[in-house]
């Protein structure tokens, strides 16, 4: 294995962070993808299908806590197998109490100033440690692919770390555990909310939610039948309508703190960096920098700072269509096209629409990310009719800015029904 620099000493074998990066990695790709997609949509119908509603309109208290319970049982249950929460049915409460304290766990503070948020966190690291010990004890051959789609076997990424890890004897169980529980903690603390931030934009514009619902229809398998519904999921992420608002709702909501640490002397515009220097930047002032993004015209102005489905839609006859200003670009002619249908484009955007962060760090279930997204967006507009009520008090809480996906502040009552959506199909 090559060194990740010139001078480092650590041994190959024990570049743990960087081998775990690429086996993740692996794992979040390819056919493995593919399989845990599948499982991702099985578990989501099957809870959405339990959802307590007929078709008589139904109040419910908050549309975040609804579509992060569902997001949340369906994600784990398609990483860990369905054994982790049956064993533990806490634990979802646990983990959303540990991801709330997760800025005060990485302030450096002493334990005894931050008892509740030690306390939460090892609730669940004594969880993830009990379902290692069952689940990775039994007699299973972990490289059965005949079981990579078995949800009540763990997912190709956890039994890859597990193989890994199992091998390093410098490894106890309660560094197996805190690594468990931090891949679960990337793969949903980010994806979740943002699943939210998208449901909730679409609901508020009626024009735009009957869009997306025509653009999700055409990705239905044609074998899908009452609420047993099926999606192409590579059609879906590939529509250029849906690719858009995620993207927009990943620039409006996700806001990281990167650092790099500089490993010569590094000319940064103005400022000369030394050697061994850290830079430290956000991104959430150039995801909504009003000088490169594109903010729509006079007569139809969209500003930085709300949302707007289409922007990073690029219409072939339109100059002053797509995410970047068009004084930002080289002199932009109409494409050449019969057809005025709009495509979706991150051209031009590198280090300015960065939700995963890049280089060699790049967020490796970005990929899976979005599937999830797109899947709850998909279920959530075609299983069930959803009207925000009147008066909901709800905004981006700022207190975790720089922290990945912002959490809403608030609350939003909705109302919910069951929709009978093969009335629409032609």
Request: glycine share 6%; proline share 6%; net charge neutral.
């Amino acid at each position: 294995m090559e060194k990740s620099s010139s001078t480092s000493t650590t041994v190959p074998h024990f570049r743990v962070n960087h081998i775990l990066l690429k086996k993740i990695a692996t794992s979040l790709s390819g056919v493995h993808l593919k399989h845990l997609a599948i499982r991702f949509e099985h578990e989501l119908l099957t809870l959405m299908g339990k959802v307590d509603v007929a078709h008589e309109w139904v109040q419910q208290d908050d549309l975040y806590v609804f579509v992060r319970h569902l997001m949340f049982q369906s994600a784990t249950n398609s990483l860990c197998g369905r054994q982790l929460l049956r064993m533990e049915p806490t634990f979802e409460e646990n983990f959303w109490g540990f991801d709330n304290r997760i800025m005060l766990l990485t302030s450096g503070l002493p334990r005894f100033l931050v008892r509740e948020a030690w306390a939460v966190r090892e609730k669940c690291l004594i969880s993830v440690r009990r379902w290692l010990d069952v689940v990775f004890s039994e007699n299973e051959d972990w490289d059965d692919p005949k079981t990579s789609l078995d949800v009540d076997h763990p997912a190709e990424m956890f039994r890859a770390n597990r193989r890994f890890c199992s091998n390093l004897k410098e490894m106890d169980m309660d560094c197996h555990a805190s690594d468990h529980l931090g891949m679960l903690w990337g793969l949903n603390a980010n994806a979740i909310p943002l699943t939210f931030w998208t449901i909730f934009e679409v609901l508020q514009r009626g024009e735009l939610l009957e869009e997306v619902r025509k653009e999700v229809l055409g990705s239905i398998l044609p074998e899908s039948r009452g609420r047993d519904v099926r999606f192409d999921i590579d059609k879906l992420c590939r529509n250029p309508l849906l690719q858009s608002i995620y993207a927009e709702a990943a620039r409006l909501y996700v806001n990281n703190t990167h650092t790099r640490g500089l490993r010569a002397d590094t000319q940064l515009g103005p400022w000369s960096l030394k050697r061994d220097r850290f830079v430290l930047f956000s991104t959430f002032w150039t995801q909504r920098d009003p000088t490169t993004w594109n903010t729509g015209t006079s007569a139809d102005p969209h500003p930085v700072d709300e949302f707007w489905a289409k922007r990073f839609l690029i219409y072939p006859h339109d100059p002053m269509s797509g995410p970047l200003k068009p004084t930002s670009l080289p002199d932009r002619l109409p494409e050449q096209a019969e057809a005025n249908i709009p495509r979706f484009s991150l051209d031009g955007l590198t280090g300015m629409w960065i939700p995963y962060g890049g280089g060699d760090s790049i967020c490796p279930g970005r990929f899976f990310a979005k599937q999830k997204i797109l899947f709850g967006l998909a279920f959530m507009v075609t299983l069930f009719d959803l009207e925000l009520i009147p008066g909901w008090n709800l905004e981006m809480d700022r207190s975790q800015l720089g922290f990945g996906t912002t959490v809403p502040k608030g609350s939003a009552p909705f109302m919910i029904r069951k929709r009978n959506w093969e009335e629409t199909r032609i």
